[in-house]
């Protein structure tokens, strides 16, 4: 076992003081004990070296023999990767191996942290399902910190912090990501339109730690743009935004929802990626909820093949929804299995789009992120493991299917995972296809 040593994306979950279970997305599920447990921990993110120092006081002198036969066992799933060194940061699961005693039960690590750190917005764009862009809401500071402090406890490793625009409160995401950081989490990306992001703004997030930058950037068109956005300026903003940040060493996403209006530009976007230093092009189906009655619907599979096109050209390029054609049987959701979200009120959800639904109901303040996670009703992410219809599994169509995200799911069909009131499955992609047809895309 050579090199840096990272796992597929998964968790740990306790289910008794010496009963636990691995889980991966592509539905791998592995009953183990809490010496294995305590394996596959430290080995995440770590060399074979420091995953033994982390496990020594654990397993004393077979620490090299068990990280050994665990990575043998892990590769014959395909569920381990070896490279010569870190892509980041090598991540120390020192403070997850402590949650091997001082989680009750549930997951005993936290992979990502999503934060709406304020409402405010100035723009008002048509596929957005937020109301609240208005008002100057902000995440109570002290709240803020509880939360950090438990997301270390957590063993957190990626902060993902969004809005309303962050950009109008830039100072609070620039002190968030140092906390972040001093508190162990080593990946710290910021969700923005660009608005009022330049020169001052950017170093100040850089120098706080922040790595990437997800730009909002749905066309090439700038009329176009600042009538969906409802603001004048604002995609010359956008892209003054970009070509600065550049300049910074930020790695940069540009984050593409397709929609009716926009489907064409595809190529044309993601050659201007490919003009952009450090960047990827991010292609997301809209999500059918809120305001997004505003944009029309397109059928993504017709998108997925000219997106198989741009990479064989060597264009980066990718789809939350890529996973699909590699994991057949389970639906690829992180959403209360490796994530949470913060509300800037202190709630806490599974997934961005759909809040506090379904989730273990509580605030950062009280019980506190720790307790939620470890000790709520999650249920409903975690139950039976996203596995879909056997029906979907045979789908030729299964590679483009929206249906694998519940927002969406619960958009196109009123239910979050497909069924109708009798209980019986009905398949959102079609939905999809029939309303994209409607209007002629």
């Not at 597929?8 to 003081?17: A, D, L, S």
């Not at 770590?46 to 654990?58: G, S």
């Not at 809005?163 to 109008?168: K, L, R, Y």
Request: hydrophobic residues 40%; proline residues 4%; negative net charge.
């Amino acid at each position: 076992m050579e090199g840096w040593c990272t796992l597929g994306e998964f968790n740990v979950f306790k289910q008794g003081p010496d009963d636990f279970v691995v889980m991966g997305v592509d539905g791998m599920r592995m009953e183990v004990d809490r010496e294995a447990a305590a394996v596959t921990l430290a080995m995440h993110g770590n060399t074979r070296a420091d995953a033994a120092r982390m496990l020594k006081p654990i397993l004393g002198r077979r620490a090299l023999r068990c990280i050994d036969e665990m990575a043998a066992e892990f590769a014959e799933l395909n569920f381990i990767e070896y490279k010569p060194e870190p892509a980041t940061p090598s991540y120390n699961y020192e403070r997850a191996l402590a949650n091997l005693d001082e989680v009750p039960r549930g997951p005993l690590t936290l992979q990502e942290l999503d934060v709406t750190l304020g409402s405010a917005c100035p723009m008002s764009c048509g596929y957005c399902w937020r109301d609240d862009q208005k008002l100057n809401l902000k995440l109570d500071w002290d709240d803020c910190l509880h939360m950090l402090d438990d997301a270390q406890r957590l063993a957190c490793r990626v902060l993902n912090i969004s809005g309303g625009e962050p950009s109008a409160f830039w100072r609070l995401v620039a002190d968030t990501a140092r906390e972040a950081m001093a508190r162990g989490i080593c990946e710290v990306s910021v969700n923005t339109t660009g608005f009022n992001l330049q020169d001052r703004q950017l170093q100040a997030w850089r120098e706080a730690g922040i790595f990437c930058i997800n730009y909002s950037f749905d066309t090439l068109d700038a009329e176009r743009n600042d009538d969906v956005y409802q603001m004048k300026g604002a995609w010359r903003r956008t892209v003054d935004s970009i070509r600065a940040a550049q300049k910074y060493g930020f790695l940069i996403h540009l984050n593409t929802t397709i929609y009716g209006e926009n489907a064409s530009e595809l190529e044309d976007m993601a050659a201007f990626a490919k003009s952009v230093d450090n960047c990827v092009l991010r292609v997301n189906p809209y999500v059918p909820m809120g305001k997004s009655q505003r944009v029309s619907p397109v059928v993504f599979a017709d998108v997925e093949r000219r997106m198989q096109a741009l990479r064989a050209s060597g264009h980066r390029i990718y789809s939350p929804l890529d996973a699909n054609e590699r994991f057949t049987n389970f639906l690829v959701c992180s959403a209360g299995i490796t994530r949470v979200i913060v509300e800037h009120d202190g709630t806490v959800g599974g997934c961005l789009f759909l809040g506090g639904r379904y989730a273990a109901r509580g605030t950062v303040r009280e019980p506190g992120l720790f307790r939620l996670w470890t000790e709520g009703d999650w249920s409903f992410f975690r139950e039976e493991f996203h596995e879909i219809p056997s029906l979907c599994q045979d789908c030729r169509l299964r590679f483009a299917c929206v249906g694998s995200c519940y927002a969406h799911a619960l958009g196109l069909t009123g239910d979050a995972k497909h069924r109708d009131a009798e209980g019986t499955f009905t398949c959102p992609y079609k939905i999809a296809e029939k309303e994209a047809e409607l209007v002629g895309a």
